[in-house]
Nanobody, 115 residues
Framework: HVQLVESGGGSVQAGGSLKLSCATS????????MGWYRQAPGKERELVSS???????GYADSVKGRFTISQDNAKNTLYLQMNSLKTEDTAVYYC??????????WGQGTQVTVS
């Protein structure tokens, strides 16, 4: 069954904002570092942002200052607030719980289109 459930993708004009959500189980949320990847057509999947189990946060240079990763421990949910979106942010965004022992969980992907 699906371990990570993403939502919040869509279409937006350049300069706009979107917020992605990734809900999971407490078993995964409490054990694994989590993050967001994206894959644009014809390009390799790239790490956008991550948050480790100790709270360390990282961002790709291309999104620093525009994207914010956060989590709600009570809801076992990871977020990605995306502001000042650019056309080059267009991609399928994937939630991942992939850091830590026995952590290799992926969401189904959500499309973000910036025009």
């Amino acid at each position: 069954h699906v371990q990570l459930v993403e939502s919040g993708g869509g279409s937006v004009q350049a300069g706009g904002s979107l917020k992605l959500s990734c809900a999971t189980s407490v078993y995964i949320f409490s054990r694994c570092g989590m993050g967001w990847y994206r894959q644009a057509p014809g390009k390799e999947r790239e790490l956008v942002s991550s948050i480790s189990s100790d709270g360390t946060i990282g961002y790709a240079d291309s999104v620093k200052g525009r994207f914010t990763i956060s989590q709600d421990n009570a809801k076992n949910t990871l977020y990605l607030q995306m502001n000042s979106l650019k056309t080059e942010d267009t991609a399928v965004y994937y939630c991942a719980a992939a850091w830590g022992y026995d952590c290799d969980y992926w969401g189904q992907g959500t499309q973000v289109t910036v025009s």
